[in-house]
């Protein structure tokens, strides 16, 4: 056994099935040993493709994501992944394979200080050596798992992936756990949280991006229905509970905001559950209603922000003891909170001639099955699709709302699908961002994941194009296409591409390419004139 086999055997115990990466020669070493170890190698188009898979990965599956790189170009394209997994907080190992130790630190083809690149976006970054590969894959992976979650980069020469492994293994590994364990929130902060939700008129529930995480989620209907309380999502969170309850209100910060923010200030009381400023600040939409903050952080906020209190600790348990609490009552009616949800979304879906963004996002979600997995990517779409979309269970939902990149939503797709293979799975991008991740529609025919990707071409960076008009700028650099649509061509690397114009189109060809044996692109030409009005407004 050399020190990449042993690397490989401790990342298998630790339930990682799967590395994504582009190899070169340092990286061979350690792809031969995941080919006889058991850890399957996906060859992604590009390396910042292989660190949004690994970090999907890890939010699908229950061990943290794995990707790899070679030095210099292969670690800074990673870092783009790397960085998503670091704000989004998901736990990822990040390797890059690089020079013999003697030669790191010189002036040498493609070497740069992998630390100092990767130190300002993971928990840690740390060398593989000799004699201590057993204890610094355990800390890695123990940091990685410890609550925030997020990355850790391990930097492997090459010389010491080929050298023999010289370490006494356990004759039992066991499987890696969270060194920082969280402690429960105090009785105290958790009894005061209790007297703040009876004191409250009306209360409103917003759940955010660190609820993602709780091993126990079932536990936020609770305490929704125990209290009664209407209850708002950030992006991430979206499905965490079922968004067809009645007490649901939809996506705040999105597409229509303004209407979700007048809502949110006729509150007396704003709950924020495992909110995680991170996708948007409290400032952005608080306003002066006070905010009782239950989470695994304390709230980061300034002196604009009433913040009434907090109780930090263990999610699960907070979430679970205010579940358990005497029922509260507030003044909440099903008409109030049924008028707002059908006004909100009728709102977001303006009349306009031609095929529109909404109607084929509507298409899309008539056709995909309630538990199956959508995977978007980041642009003016994103607005539109997180206030419209009715997301019915966790992590079914996967878009990235800290680091917020581009490229995110094929790859995205491609790990939920090796991860679950077993609940459909639907891409559903903008034109731009196809053409900065259409490569990794190669990755999908490799592996023959029944996956549609959906393309919404209306020939614009329109979240761009939509900013220039509100500061009353030209349009100018935001053009992706000048000429007349035309249909697209028949295949993308052999994946067949078909052209719809219209919603019964796009649903009969996403039946026809769920039901396929291979993924299938699907260009649907809209007309977004009407992002200019739903996105910001």
Known sequence: MNNADLIVRLLRNAGIARGFGIPSGNVLPLMEAMRSGGIDFVLTAHEGSAGFAADVSARVGKAPGLCIATLGPGATNLATGVGNAWLDRSPMIAITCTLNEAQLGRRLQMWIDHHTLFKPITKATLRLQRGSIVATLTEALQLAMSEPAGPVHLDLPEDVAVAEASEVIPARLEAPVATRKLTRADDASLDRAEARLRAARRPIAVIGSNAMRMHSPQSLLALIERHQLPFATTTMAKGMIDEDHPLSIGCIERARRKMQRSLLASADLIVGLGYDTIEVEYEAWVGRVPVLHVDIEAADVDGSVTLA?????????????????????????????????????????????????????????????????????????????ASQWTAHAPRSFLITNGWSSMGFGLPAAIAAKLERPDLPVVCLIGDGCFQMTCGEVAVLKRHRLAVPVVVLDDRWLSLIKVKQERRSLVHYGTELQEEAYREPPSHYFGVPAIGVRDSIALEEALRRALAADGPTVIEAVVDAAHYSETVYD
Do not use: K, M, Y
């Open 309 to 385: 209190d907090q109780a930090i600790g263990v999610l699960d348990a907070s979430i679970a003891h205010l579940a358990s609490a005497p029922a509260c009552h507030n003044t909440w009616t099903p008409a109030d909170i049924g008028a707002h949800r059908t006004a909100f979304q009728a709102a977001l879906r303006p009349a306009a001639p031609g095929f529109t963004p909404h109607a084929a996002i509507d298409a899309v979600r008539r056709v995909l099955p309630r538990e199956g997995i959508l995977t978007f990517d980041v642009g003016a779409h994103t607005h539109q699709i």
